[in-house]
């Protein structure tokens, strides 16, 4: 099979690894790529949202089956697309992903469905004096949101009633985020651990990863603001096994009948992102495509043949489908560029990846890099690379992360030191 991957983040760098690695794959490509999936796959020179580009590389280049990364083009509707032109495409089509695409759609179809989620409300724009009204009337802590995709931006968590009105003419007065802020969700704070849950869908069937743990927040304990995500690991044990089945029961698959019934059925990745509250899990958000950096520490424990299970997804034979999991655990430490998540400065050269990946079970994946004319590695991002490794158990994984990332340099070099940190609490309890 020759596959591409479309994206040009650490994720889509996993994914061309985990799918070089299936004996069905005879050649991978990215499109754009980075100069990490520039090792494991071949480069195309074609952008995630030029659909007519990609159309043409598919068919110049017989590729047989290709992965969307990123969110945007599965917004945009490229799954249509492929589908139109009968390409075989893992992901939603655009009505399905709105479920990512609109967080006023997806509160209201969870709601509509009996999924447990956060207390709501949404207002447009121009509501924004009863949406100001409604903040006072519940107070804080509480979060605001703009209801479309706003890269990762979007989402207010506010401890005091300042901030969420902060937040609300942020969103509907300086516009922000554009269009995206125009309907506004207004929910109640859930508290808990938060936890990501992917499933690999038919629309009908489906088998979950391990679950992960994303960092989202810049500094250590949780504090500073939101990223990405700067690490992550996998299993995580707050999700164990009687609550992954709560999970399965009483999220993923009242989504995916959901969906069917309403005419849109969802195919791809549905990634569940969620806290773990008193109450049991209930779904912070949805997500149409892996996550980042939950992809790098998802894929390497997945022990079954990617490609076979991406193969009987696009069939729809996910009924046939097995997930077997590899024993121990994943962890991925994120590094940044100093001043991220908002300003900072890139073409720093980097040194030292081989050193870690000569370390046991060290890969780097290149997140934000590129080469510069005369072909040194510079940082190229926010997010620059993702230093991850396997072990017999998550702190064995651990150690061997933070191995890998005391041999890596480059100027302005960020990184939390606690990835994982509760996780092993759990752990250690347990
Ligand atoms: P979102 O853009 O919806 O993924 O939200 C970004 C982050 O904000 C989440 O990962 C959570 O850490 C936090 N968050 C979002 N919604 C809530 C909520 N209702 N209660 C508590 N935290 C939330
Ligand atoms: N790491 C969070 C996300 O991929 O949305």
Known sequence: MRILVIGSGGREHALTRAL???????????????????QVATNLDVAADDFDGLVEHVRTRDIDLTIVGPEQPLVDGIVDRFEEEGLDIVGPTAAAARLEGSKAFADEFMDEHGIPTADFEIFRADESDEAAAYLDEVGAPIVVKASGLAGGKGAYVCTTLDEAHAALSEIVTDRAFGAAGDQVVVEEYLEGEEASVFALTDGEHYVVLPPSQDHKPLGEGDTGPNTGGMGAYAPAPVVNGSALTEVCRRIIEPTLAGMQAAGTPYRGLLYCGLMMTEEG??????????????????????????????????????????????????????????????????????????????????????????????????????????????????????????????????????????????????????
Do not use: W
């Open 20 to 38: 070089t690695a299936s004996e069905h794959t005879t050649a991978v490509f990215a499109a754009p790529g980075n100069p990490g999936t520039a």
């Open 281 to 430: 899990p209930k779904v912070v958000e949805y997500n149409c495509r892996f996550g980042d950096p939950e992809a790098q520490v998802v894929l390497p424990l997945v022990e079954s043949d990617l490609v076979e299970v991406f193969q009987k997804l696009v069939e729809g034979r996910m009924r046939e489908a097995t997930l077997h999991a590899a024993p121990g655990a994943c962890a991925c430490v994120v590094l940044a560029s100093d001043g991220y998540p908002t300003a900072y400065d890139t073409g720093f050269e980097i040194t030292g990846i081989d050193d870690a990946e000569a370390l046991e079970a060290v890969s780097v994946v290149h997140a934000g890099t590129a080469r510069s004319d005369d072909g040194t590695l510079v940082t190229d991002g926010g997010r620059v690379l993702g230093v991850t490794a396997t072990g017999e158990d998550l702190p064995a994984a651990l150690d061997r992360a933070y191995d890998g990332v005391d041999a890596i340099q480059f100027s302005g070099k960020t990184f939390r030191r606690d990835i994982g940190e509760k996780g092993l609490r759990r752990l250690q309890a347990s």
